[in-house]
C-alpha cells in the first residue's frame, strides 16, 4: 500500500497500547476478601464464553480503531488493486501507451477517450506514488521512449496524442525490455495501457515467448496492464477495399467495396447517412446495416468527365469513436499490373507467368515477362508489381541484393522461389534457404494446416477456403528466418509463409514449386491464382500514382514534398502526418493513409489469454472504463476514519452494562 | 480454648438491652422446660389455663375431681389444666472463615455475636434456659448445653465471646449433631450466612422439625454480597481457604446476581417448606431493629405490628 505520510506508520506499534493498558489494568487489581465464593464461582463458569468473546472483541475493536486512525493520519492511496498489490517505490516507471484509434472510444458524456481517460488517470498515479522514479513514455506509433520530466506531462506531450497506427502490443513490450537492458533501470514498473484488441496484441505470436522468457530472467519487473476492452456506446466504422477508377459509358468512376462495421449492443437494422466528398464535392448516401457488418461490393461513385485522379473521403456520422468514422482514398490511372519472373527454369516460369498474365479485372492491364537469371540486371524495378525471385539469393551488400531491398521497401511484393542444388548460404533480411545436404525425400507430403485467416491463403470474400485439401507436395525446400507460415505439412515444416519485417512490401517464400514433381499447385490450379493475384494486387497498390497505405512511422515517404489535400480537421496540426489518416498529393502522386484493418476488428482478449500471455511474471490487471471518473490511487483516508468510528461504536455498544430490568430483583 | 475476660462483653449494648427488655421472646411451639415458666407445654399441669376434661381413672388424685360436673352428670371427670413451662434456647452459631467478612469489629461473627448475646440475655431474664452450639469445621465444639440461671448466663456469654471465625464449617452436618443432642421440644436459633448449596439444608431442618423444636434462622448477608457492585477487576480470596479467583466484575456481575438470587429465593422456600421463622438479614441494618421484629413476630399479640414494621 502506498502512504503520502509514511513516517507516520513508524506510530503503528500504538495500536498494542489498548491491549498494554488492559494487561495493566488487570494486573491494578484490588485484593478483596470474599465469602460468596460459590455464587462467583457459578457466574464465572457460565460467563467463560461469551465474557471472555466479548473482552476479545472490546479488544480488537480498539486496536482496529487506533490502527484505522494511524493509517488514515498516513493519508493512504489506493484502489481495490493497488491496495493489495502495489508496495514500495520503484526506480523506473515505464509507460507503455497503444495509441491506436480503438483507443479514441469515448464516453460520449465527457467527449474523454479511453487513451485519455489512461493517461489522466496514470498521471495522477504516478504523481501521487512514482514522483521520485524516472517516468518513461513509449508508444506504440514510434515506439520511442520519452523520458518525462513530470507524469504531468503524459496528457500534454504530442507522443501521447491519438494516431491511426496500429498498436503493436508485443513490439511494445520489445521496445521496453530494450530500454531497461540498455539503461538497467533497477526496479521497474511496466504500465501498459490498452484496450486488448486481439488485432493489436496479437496473441498467437511467437514473439510473446520471447519476451515472457526474458522479462521473466529479469527481476523487480511489475506489470499494471490498464485495459479498457468495454465497449461504452455504440460504434460503426467505416474502410474501403479494392478501389479502382474505371471508364464507364456515363464517364469516369470510382468502383470499391464499401465496409461498414458495427459495435453494438443491438441487432437491429439500423439506416446510416454516408457522406462521400470526391476532390471537396460532398454527396450523402443512406445505407442500411442488418447486423454487424455491411460489405457493398462494387459500390459505384462517379466522378464525371472531368475527374481522372484525386483525393476522396468517406465519413459516418459521429457516434462512441470518431477516429473510425473516416476512411480516406485517392485515385489515379490504374498503373500495368507487371510482373516479373527470374527463373531458369522453364516449367516454373511459364505457370507464373500464365497465371499472372491471366486478367482478373477487365478494367487493368495485366503483364508478366521471364527474365533468365543471367538477365537478373534488366528487371524493370521501377514498372514491376511482382517480382519471383528462382536464383541463388544475392551476397549481402551486393548491388542486386540492395535493389531487392530497395523493390519490397517500395511497397512491392517479392516472392523466393527455391533453386535446385542450392548451396547458396546468403540471406536476405534475415531470411535464408537452408543449404541441401542431401537429395530430398520424395512425398507426397500431406497438407497440415493453411492459414484462412489473412494472407495469401485466406478464404475467399465470401467465406470459403481455397481449395487445397487435395493439393499434393512431393518436394519442399526448407528456410530459416522470422516468417509468419501460411501453410504448414502435417509434420509441421512450412511451406509458403511471409517474411516478418517492418517494410511496406511483401516478401514471401515458397518452398515448393508450381510443378509437377514438386506439387501439384499449379495444375489444382485455384490457390495458384489466387496467391499469384493477391500479391500482385498488393504490389500494384505501391506502383499506382495514387496508393493507399496505413498509418505508420513510414507511410508518408520522406523524399517527397507532400501537401495535405484533406485530413481530420483535429489532425490538422498532427507533428507526423504519417501516423494520422489524410489524403495527401505530391507532384504527380497521391497519397491516402488510412487506419490498418485490423483495427475494425473488435475481438479483444480475455483475461485468460492474459494469463496465459503474461503468466508467470509478476503483473496486476486493472479493469477500467472510460465512464469509471474514480482515480487509480486515491486518498482513502476517510474510509479508515469511518472504519475506525464503526470500530468505536461497537466497541461502546460490547461495554454497555447490561440492562437492570433483565436482572432478576432480590428482596432483601 | 482462649481464656476471656468476663467483662469483655462489647458485643452487648444495655441500652439496646434495656428497650428489649420489655419484649418477650415467645416459643411458637409447646416447649418442655424443666421449671415452670412462661411458655406452654406439652404436658398438663396447674397453670390457671383450662385445657380438657378426662374421665377419672383409680389412681387420679381426687383433689382434682371437678365437683360440679359430678352433680349435674353424676359421673367422675378430671379437670386438666394446661402446664407452663420454661424455653431452652439453643443458640447454633456458624463459626465459618466466610463469617469473619467484613471490616474489624463488624464482622459478621461480631453481628452474630451481638444478636446471640443478646437473645441470650433476654432469654435468660425471663428464667429461660440458654445453650450455645458454635459450628466450626469439625462440627459443633465446645458446645454448652441449655441451662438456666445467671451463672450460666455468664458461662454462655463468655463463649460467645470467644467465638472465633476460621475453616470450612458443614453447618448441615452441625445442624443434625444438634438435633440429635438437644433434648425435644428446644427453641433453636441458626446464626449464620447459609453459603453453602442450599439442598442439603432442608433435611437437616426437617431432623430439628422431626425432633419438634421451634426454629428460627438469621440469615446474615452483606449488602455487597448480593448487589456486588464492584466496578474493576478484583481478586477475590476466600475467607474459607479455596483458591483465590480474579474476576472483572462488569463482565461476570449480571451473572452472579442472578445466582444470588436463585440461592435466596431456594432458601426462603426450604425455610417455608420446614416451618423456619427465616430472617434475612443485612449487616447494615442495627440488629437491635433485627431482634425487635423478631421478638415482636413471635409474639401472637403483636405479631401484626412486627409485619407491619418487617
Same mark, same amino acid.
Given at each position: 500500500m502506498n502512504f503520502l505520510q509514511l513516517s507516520i506508520l513508524a506510530a503503528l506499534p500504538l495500536a498494542l497500547l489498548p491491549i498494554i493498558?488492559?494487561?495493566?489494568?488487570?494486573?491494578?487489581?484490588?485484593?478483596?476478601?470474599?465469602?460468596?465464593?460459590?455464587? $462467583?464461582? %457459578?457466574?464465572?463458569?457460565?460467563?467463560?464464553?461469551?465474557?471472555?468473546?466479548?473482552?476479545?472483541?472490546? $479488544?480488537?475493536?480498539?486496536?482496529?480503531?487506533?490502527?484505522?486512525?494511524?493509517?488514515?493520519?498516513?493519508?493512504?492511496?489506493a484502489s481495490g488493486w493497488l491496495a493489495l498489490g502495489a508496495g514500495g517505490k520503484s526506480d523506473t516507471v515505464l509507460v507503455l501507451l497503444d495509441r491506436s484509434p480503438s483507443m479514441e472510444q469515448q464516453n460520449l458524456e465527457t467527449g474523454k477517450s479511453k487513451r485519455f481517460t489512461a493517461l489522466e488517470k496514470l498521471a495522477d498515479v504516478l504523481e501521487k506514488t512514482a514522483r521520485s522514479s524516472r517516468i518513461v513514455l513509449i508508444e506504440s506509433a514510434s515506439l520511442e521512449q520519452i523520458e518525462l520530466s513530470s507524469p504531468a506531462d503524459l496528457v500534454d506531450l504530442p507522443m501521447s496524442a491519438p494516431t491511426d497506427t496500429a498498436a503493436d502490443i508485443p513490439a511494445l513490450l520489445q521496445a521496453a525490455l530494450d530500454y531497461i537492458a540498455t539503461d538497467q533501470s533497477g526496479r521497474t514498473d511496466i504500465w501498459l495501457a490498452s484496450d486488448l484488441r486481439a488485432a493489436d496484441w496479437q496473441p498467437g505470436s511467437g514473439r510473446w515467448d520471447t519476451l515472457?522468457?526474458?522479462?521473466?530472467?529479469?527481476?523487480?519487473?511489475?506489470?499494471? $496492464?490498464?485495459?479498457?476492452? #468495454?465497449?461504452?456506446?455504440?460504434?460503426?466504422?467505416?474502410?474501403?477495399?479494392?478501389?479502382?477508377?474505371?471508364?464507364?459509358?456515363?464517364?469516369?468512376? $470510382?468502383?470499391? %467495396?464499401?465496409?461498414?462495421?458495427?459495435?453494438?449492443?443491438?441487432?437491429?437494422? #439500423?439506416?446510416?447517412?454516408? #457522406?462521400?466528398?470526391?476532390?471537396?464535392?460532398?454527396?450523402?448516401?443512406?445505407?442500411?446495416i442488418n447486423g454487424s457488418e455491411l460489405r457493398l461490393q462494387g459500390h459505384t461513385v462517379s466522378l464525371g468527365n472531368s475527374e481522372s485522379t484525386g483525393w476522396g473521403r468517406i465519413d459516418l456520422p459521429a457516434d462512441g469513436n470518431p477516429r473510425d468514422n473516416t476512411f480516406f482514398f485517392v485515385f489515379d490511372e490504374a498503373p500495368v499490373l507487371k510482373t516479373v519472373i527470374v527463373s531458369d527454369d522453364q516449367q516454373t516460369a511459364a505457370a507464373i507467368k500464365a497465371a499472372a498474365s491471366a486478367p482478373i479485372d477487365g478494367s487493368r492491364t495485366y503483364a508478366a515477362d521471364i527474365l533468365p537469371t543471367s538477365r537478373q540486371a534488366e528487371v524493370p524495378w521501377d514498372d514491376t508489381a511482382l517480382l519471383f525471385w528462382q536464383a541463388p539469393i544475392p551476397e549481402k551488400g551486393s548491388p542486386e541484393s540492395g535493389l531487392l531491398e530497395q523493390f519490397v521497401e517500395s511497397g512491392r511484393s517479392l516472392v523466393f522461389l527455391p533453386v535446385d542444388n542450392n548451396q547458396n548460404e546468403n540471406d536476405f533480411l534475415g531470411f535464408r534457404w537452408i543449404p541441401q545436404t542431401d537429395s530430398p525425400s520424395a512425398g507426397p507430403y500431406e497438407i497440415g494446416w493453411w492459414r484462412t485467416d489473412s494472407g495469401l491463403l485466406e478464404n475467399t470474400q465470401n467465406g470459403n477456403p481455397l481449395p487445397l485439401g487435395m493439393t499434393k507436395i512431393f518436394q519442399i525446400r526448407e528456410f530459416e528466418g522470422e516468417t509468419q507460415s501460411f501453410l504448414k505439412l502435417k509434420d509441421g515444416r512450412s511451406v509458403i509463409a511471409r517474411h516478418i519485417n517492418k517494410l511496406p512490401g511483401n516478401l514471401y517464400i515458397w518452398g515448393t514449386l508450381p510443378k509437377s514433381s514438386f506439387s501439384s499447385i499449379a495444375s489444382d490450379g485455384v490457390a495458384f491464382f489466387a496467391m499469384i493475384h493477391r500479391a500482385l494486387q498488393q504490389g500494384g497498390n505501391f506502383l499506382s500514382n495514387a496508393q493507399m497505405r496505413s498509418a505508420g512511422g513510414s507511410a508518408l515517404p520522406d523524399n517527397v514534398q507532400w501537401t495535405s489535400a484533406s485530413v481530420r480537421d483535429s489532425d490538422e496540426d498532427h507533428v507526423n502526418p504519417s501516423l494520422s489518416a489524410g489524403a495527401f498529393q505530391s507532384t504527380d502522386k497521391w497519397l491516402a493513409i488510412n487506419r490498418p484493418e485490423g483495427e475494425d476488428d473488435f475481438r479483444t482478449i480475455n483475461e485468460e489469454a492474459i494469463e496465459d500471455l503474461f503468466g508467470g511474471l509478476d503483473y496486476r490487471v486493472i479493469q477500467d472504463s472510460v465512464n469509471n471518473r474514480s482515480s487509480l490511487a486515491s486518498e482513502i483516508w476517510r474510509i479508515f476514519l469511518v472504519l475506525m468510528a464503526l470500530a468505536l461504536i461497537i466497541e461502546a455498544a460490547l461495554c454497555l452494562p447490561p440492562r437492570n430490568d433483565e436482572e432478576p430483583a432480590v428482596v432483601i | 480454648m482462649a481464656k476471656t475476660d468476663?467483662?469483655?462483653? *462489647?458485643?452487648? *449494648?444495655?441500652?439496646?438491652?434495656?428497650?428489649?427488655?420489655? &419484649?418477650?421472646? !415467645?416459643?411458637?411451639?409447646?416447649?418442655?422446660?424443666?421449671?415452670?415458666?412462661?411458655?406452654?407445654?406439652?404436658?398438663?399441669?396447674?397453670?390457671?389455663?383450662?385445657?380438657? @376434661?378426662?374421665?377419672?381413672?383409680?389412681?387420679? !388424685?381426687?383433689?382434682?375431681? !371437678?365437683?360440679?360436673?359430678?352433680?349435674?352428670?353424676?359421673? @367422675?371427670?378430671?379437670?386438666?389444666?394446661?402446664?407452663?413451662?420454661?424455653?431452652? &434456647?439453643?443458640?447454633? /452459631?456458624?463459626?465459618?472463615?466466610?463469617?469473619? @467478612?467484613?471490616?474489624?469489629?463488624?464482622?459478621?461473627? *461480631?453481628?452474630?455475636?451481638?444478636?446471640?448475646?443478646? &437473645?441470650? @440475655?433476654?432469654?435468660?431474664? +425471663?428464667? !429461660?434456659?440458654?445453650?450455645?452450639?458454635?459450628?466450626?469445621?469439625?462440627?459443633?465444639?465446645?458446645? /454448652?448445653?441449655?441451662?438456666?440461671?445467671?451463672?450460666?448466663?455468664?458461662?454462655?456469654?463468655?463463649?460467645?465471646?470467644?467465638?472465633?471465625?476460621?475453616?470450612?464449617?458443614? &453447618?448441615?452436618?452441625?445442624?443434625?449433631?444438634?438435633?440429635?443432642?438437644?433434648? +425435644?421440644?428446644?427453641?433453636?436459633? /441458626?446464626?449464620?450466612?447459609?453459603?453453602? +448449596?442450599?439442598?442439603?439444608?432442608?433435611?437437616?431442618?426437617?431432623?430439628?422439625?422431626?425432633?419438634?423444636? *421451634?426454629?428460627?434462622?438469621?440469615?446474615?448477608?452483606?449488602?455487597s454480597e448480593i448487589e456486588f457492585d464492584f466496578d474493576r477487576p478484583t481478586k477475590f480470596v476466600d475467607l474459607e481457604g479455596g483458591a483465590p479467583l480474579l474476576a472483572d466484575p462488569t463482565l461476570i456481575g449480571k451473572k452472579y446476581r442472578e445466582a444470588v438470587a436463585e440461592y435466596l429465593a431456594k432458601v426462603s422456600a426450604i425455610c417455608t417448606q420446614t416451618g423456619t421463622d427465616y430472617h434475612r438479614v443485612t449487616m447494615d441494618q442495627p440488629y437491635d431493629q433485627t431482634l425487635a421484629r423478631f421478638l415482636l413476630g413471635r409474639n401472637p399479640r403483636t405479631k401484626k405490628t412486627a409485619a407491619n414494621q418487617g
Open positions: 493498558i488492559h494487561l495493566i489494568n488487570q494486573n491494578r487489581h484490588r485484593t478483596v476478601k470474599w465469602a460468596a465464593m460459590m455464587f $462467583l464461582l %457459578d457466574a464465572k463458569k457460565l460467563t467463560k464464553g461469551i465474557a471472555r468473546l466479548r473482552q476479545i472483541l472490546i $479488544l480488537a475493536m480498539r486496536v482496529f480503531a487506533v490502527l484505522a486512525l494511524i493509517f488514515a493520519a498516513a493519508r493512504p492511496l515472457k522468457g526474458a522479462f521473466t530472467d529479469l527481476e523487480g519487473i511489475s506489470f499494471y $496492464l490498464l485495459n479498457y476492452p #468495454e465497449v461504452e456506446s455504440e460504434n460503426y466504422t467505416i474502410a474501403v477495399e479494392n478501389l479502382l477508377r474505371r471508364r464507364s459509358p456515363e464517364g469516369m468512376e $470510382l468502383v470499391m %467495396d464499401l465496409v461498414i462495421r458495427r459495435q453494438s449492443s443491438r441487432v437491429s437494422p #439500423e439506416t446510416l447517412p454516408v #457522406e462521400f466528398t470526391i476532390n471537396g464535392a460532398r454527396t450523402a448516401q443512406e445505407f442500411t | 468476663s467483662n469483655n462483653r *462489647d458485643f452487648l *449494648d444495655p441500652k439496646i438491652l434495656g428497650r428489649l427488655m420489655g &419484649l418477650p421472646l !415467645d416459643a411458637r411451639h409447646a416447649m418442655m422446660g424443666s421449671v415452670s415458666g412462661r411458655h406452654r407445654s406439652p404436658v398438663r399441669g396447674s397453670s390457671l389455663e383450662f385445657a380438657e @376434661y378426662r374421665e377419672y381413672v383409680p389412681g387420679d !388424685d381426687t383433689r382434682r375431681l !371437678d365437683w360440679r360436673t359430678w352433680g349435674r352428670s353424676d359421673r @367422675y371427670y378430671i379437670k386438666e389444666f394446661e402446664a407452663d413451662t420454661n424455653l431452652r &434456647l439453643c443458640l447454633i /452459631i456458624d463459626t465459618s472463615g466466610s463469617m469473619a @467478612y467484613g471490616e474489624p469489629g463488624q464482622t459478621r461473627l *461480631d453481628y452474630a455475636r451481638q444478636m446471640s448475646g443478646t &437473645l441470650a @440475655y433476654l432469654a435468660a431474664n +425471663q428464667g !429461660d434456659a440458654i445453650g450455645v452450639f458454635p459450628a466450626g469445621e469439625h462440627g459443633l465444639h465446645h458446645e /454448652i448445653p441449655a441451662r438456666r440461671g445467671p451463672l450460666h448466663l455468664g458461662v454462655a456469654l463468655d463463649r460467645i465471646a470467644e467465638l472465633e471465625a476460621g475453616g470450612n464449617t458443614d &453447618l448441615v452436618a452441625s445442624i443434625h449433631e444438634a438435633a440429635e443432642k438437644i433434648p +425435644q421440644r428446644a427453641f433453636v436459633v /441458626i446464626i449464620s450466612d447459609l453459603f453453602f +448449596q442450599p439442598e442439603p439444608l432442608k433435611e437437616a431442618l426437617q431432623h430439628l422439625r422431626f425432633r419438634k423444636h *421451634d426454629i428460627a434462622m438469621f440469615h446474615l448477608l452483606d449488602r
